[in-house]
């Protein structure tokens, strides 16, 4: 076995990679960017090379860059996660080169998969059901066109490099199929570099049902069945299980077949996954289903497959790529219970899915939930930042069960308990997703989203208590029994009268006053503005699980999760200026007005700049007397905790 490897990822999947390489006694070399240098797969790892720029084109893209870091730190193996250079045979012959082992397939096998036409083509020969449609050389549009009639419509059209669901175009008249395919080709050559394209039948009521295949140097490949990952949204994988629901053993034993002789045709080595389209207009039948494509890698939603298995596909790689044999036959494969995998990830449901970012001031998982197996596979921390450099990930979230009903209701329980601070995220979405009746009954196909996106994605909003609770919060009081005068825990209030207190807090666009009144014994009544019937009588701290974050507070109450905006200029400056001799940007925003330049002395309190962040501006101040060294640029977009202002060392050189 390998002493050392270098994991060629970042997020999530180097972290999962890590796990089982510390777990066989292996050491670990992470490669990080610009951007990673505090990750938690930076810090993981026993060793950690900085390998290049923020961009992943100067970094995780780049394979040179990768085996020399592999070379100097004197790894054996170089293991690349899932995405980024996985699928790349010419990465993984300028590895061979180096004299390093690949963990995965051979160059050949990835060629043979990686551009659609050709892969359907053998996998046709090999007597694989695939797609009906054609995927031959002609491009002209007249050739293409009769071909998509005869196919039949509806059709789709499809980059032959894809990936990610880019270049993909339903048609479903002959009208428009000129017009669909002028279109993407065009998105194909921009994500792709190659306009090439294949035309396929529209499957109608589609599941995506994928089999985990597993090969060795030794001419074996077994199966570990099956996942379903129908519950997509714009072709992207949300939800996946094992095994999948209403799956039949006649199926099962088809579909797992054509996955062996899939994988055997192209010799592989190593986890793959097949992935078919099932036709489940009709439930799933053995003669409905048919090859659409091979991933030459293990796959993000590989956990669902392990927990039902009882394998650690990653120590399986390991094994294989050092030269071992499979550690079990077929006979010795088997499913027990059912598995789900939810993906964490920071965006915004209600806008369209935006990709967020910002930093996770506040990040907590369920430590266990009620009648399953709870796995959380995190790529970041609690205090680490989702930067727009990359995928926006922050977990997966896994449950297994005994039955299928149980790992759903426990994976939806996980997810509403899930508290996230600092960045949109979609668990509420996930959570409504997995109590759909419709998802729940198992009546599953890749619309199913779509159909339901009104009623997975609307906002809920705080009831008038849960803002009640959040002003107090907001205003400073403390829970503090024992405290003679129940203002002593409010440091702004003193011991003065009168002691009513007035604090705006603000919920998206619109701004809440509310008075609040200590009433002697550890209570406060928290009155709105203006309104004699909106009146609490409430402790701090009470029922409400919240976290406090720079210039803002979140509530979690019921699944959901209320911001709530402090906009207090002033503390955030301060906040912005705790950094020592830098004035950091408290949340991401931009950068609109700048009142200082490099080598100028300014007075404590002067305003140096404005910052726009959600929506308000914000204005920065000198937190002292000092010379400003450097300035951020006028209109510069800014992550939190970015630079601002940074100012010249005192004492230096006298
Ligand atoms: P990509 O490589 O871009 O991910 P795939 O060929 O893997 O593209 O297809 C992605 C998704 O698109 C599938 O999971 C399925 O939801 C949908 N899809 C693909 N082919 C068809 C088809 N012939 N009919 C209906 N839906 C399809």
Redesign the pocket.
């Known amino acids: 076995m390998f002493k050392k490897i270098l994991i060629a990822n970042r997020g999530e999947s180097a972290v999962r990679v890590m796990r089982t390489a510390k777990r066989m006694g292996i050491a670990t070399v992470a490669v990080y960017s610009d951007a990673d240098a505090q990750a938690m797969h930076t810090t993981l790892a026993d060793e950690a090379v900085h390998i290049g720029g923020a961009a992943a084109s100067e970094s995780y893209l780049n394979g040179e860059r990768i085996i020399q870091a592999a070379k100097a730190t004197g790894a054996e193996a170089i293991h690349p996660g899932y995405g980024f250079l996985s699928e790349n045979p010419d990465f993984v012959e300028a590895v061979e080169k180096a004299g390093l082992v690949f963990i995965g397939p051979s160059a050949k096998s990835i060629r043979a998969m990686g551009l659609?036409d050709a892969a359907k083509q053998l996998m046709d020969k090999a007597g694989v059901p695939v797609?009906p449609g054609y995927f031959g050389d002609a491009q002209e549009v007249v050739v293409l066109a009769t071909k998509a009639r005869e196919v039949g419509y509806p059709v789709?059209i499809?980059a032959r490099a894809?990936?990610?669901?880019?270049g993909?175009r339903r048609v479903d008249n002959p009208d428009r199929f000129a017009e669909a395919l002028a279109a993407a080709k065009r998105e194909a050559k921009a994500a792709f570099g190659d306009q090439r394209v294949i035309v396929?039948?529209?499957?109608e009521t589609?599941r995506?049902i994928e089999v985990q295949v597993f090969g060795d140097r030794h001419g074996n490949v077994v199966h570990l069945f099956e996942r379903d990952?129908s519950a997509?949204r714009r072709?992207q994988k949300v939800i996946e299980e094992a095994p999948a629901p209403g799956m039949s053993q006649a199926m099962r034993a088809a579909v797992t077949q054509a996955a062996v002789k899939a994988a055997k045709a192209i010799d592989y080595c190593g986890a793959g996954t097949i992935?078919f389209?099932a036709d489940a207009s009709q439930g799933l039948k053995p003669d409905r289903f048919w090859f659409?494509?091979m991933n030459t890698r293990l796959q993000v939603e590989h956990p669902v497959t392990e927990m039902v298995t009882g394998v650690d596909l990653v120590q399986w790689q390991l094994r294989v790529a050092a030269g071992e044999a499979l550690p079990r036959t077929q006979q010795e494969i088997a499913v027990s219970g059912h598995a789900v995998e939810a993906r964490v990830y920071a965006e915004d449901a209600t806008r369209d899915f935006l990709p967020a970012t910002g930093t996770l001031h506040h990040l907590r998982f369920p430590d266990e939930t009620a009648g399953a197996t709870l796995r959380i596979d995190a790529g970041v921390r609690q205090g680490d930042a989702v930067t727009p450099y990359y995928d926006p990930m922050i977990a997966k979230v896994i449950t297994h069960a005994e039955n299928r009903g149980a790992a759903l209701a426990a994976l939806a329980e996980a997810l509403e308990a899930t508290e996230v601070a600092g960045s949109t995220v979609n668990t509420r979405f996930l959570a409504r997703l997995v109590r759909n009746p419709e998802f729940a009954a198992g009546r599953l196909d890749?619309g199913l989203i779509a159909r339901h996106q009104e009623s997975l994605t609307t906002t809920a909003q705080p009831e008038s208590r849960t803002i009640a609770v959040a002003a107090l919060a907001a205003s400073g009081a403390k829970h503090q029994p024992d405290a003679i005068e129940p203002f002593d825990a409010i440091p702004a209030y003193g011991h003065f009268h009168p002691l009513t207190h007035r604090r705006t807090i603000h919920h998206g666009e619109r701004a809440l006053t509310y008075a609040i009144t200590g009433d002697g014994d550890g209570r406060f009544r928290v009155q709105a503005d203006g309104d004699d019937d909106e009146t609490w009588q409430l402790t701090p701290a009470g029922d409400l699980r919240m976290a406090v974050w720079p210039g803002h507070l979140t509530v979690f109450e019921d699944g959901e999760s209320f911001t709530f905006a402090l906009h207090d200029p002033l503390a955030l400056a301060e906040e912005a200026g705790a950094g020592g001799d830098s004035l950091r940007a408290p949340m991401p925003g931009l950068v609109k007005l700048v009142r200082g330049a490099a080598k100028e002395a300014v007075k404590k309190g002067q305003p140096l700049l404005v910052l726009e962040a959600m929506k308000m501006e914000h204005t920065i101040t000198a937190p002292h007397d000092g010379i400003i060294a450097e300035i951020a640029g006028e209109g510069t977009q800014v992550n939190d905790g970015a630079v601002l202002v940074r100012f010249e060392e005192v004492g230096d050189g006298q």
């Open positions: 659609k797609v789709l499809k894809g990936g990610g669901g880019k993909m396929e039948k529209l499957i589609p995506h990952c997509q072709h992935e389209i659409m494509e890749t």
